[in-house]
């Protein structure tokens, strides 16, 4: 009977968790080889303007990543300008130890942080989110997949 609640408590977890989702997704990239060239870009809806959005960065690398840090140009657009345009600096590895940051599964570290904290879309729509790399070298190797995760706050 406890192994039966355990289960139920976990299953209600899970769901849990993955109601906040509004929408997430990934690029792998090729030989985990992110080349300066490549783009990443995650096309989505907005379908009420309500609530807030927070908007989460998913990173994922290996051992084989060369640098501390990574340069990612992050953009936000709707149909026609952009709303929102950062640079921005990730720490990978500890400066002094070299020790990497994030979760390990295996051979790969996954990283997800906070973009936009809590941000409002003027209007419903189609929108799109950008990612380039903005390294001085043309082909990163160790970066496994770049992707976004937007969630609506309550």
């Not at 709707?78 to 295996?106: H, M």
């Not at 996954?110 to 003027?122: G, K, M, P, R, T």
Request: aromatic share 14%; net charge negative; charged share 30%.
């Amino acid at each position: 009977m406890k192994a039966f609640y355990s289960i139920l408590g976990l299953v209600f977890l899970l769901f849990s968790c993955t109601e906040e989702r509004y929408y997430e997704d990934n690029h792998d990239f090729t030989d985990r080889i992110w080349n300066m060239e490549e783009s990443a870009e995650f096309k989505f809806k907005i379908d009420s303007i309500e609530l807030p959005y927070q908007i989460k960065l998913n990173v994922r690398n290996t051992m084989d990543y060369s640098y501390r840090n990574l340069y990612v140009k992050y953009e936000i657009l709707d149909s026609t300008t952009v709303i929102e345009e950062k640079l921005l600096n990730i720490d990978l590895f500890e400066s002094k130890s070299g020790k990497p940051f994030g979760e390990r599964q295996s051979e790969i570290y996954s990283h997800q942080l906070i973009l936009e904290d809590s941000v409002y879309f003027a209007d419903k729509g189609a929108f799109t989110i950008g990612l380039k790399q903005y390294m001085r070298e043309k082909e990163l190797e160790g970066v496994v997949s770049i992707g976004v995760r937007i969630e609506q706050l309550k």
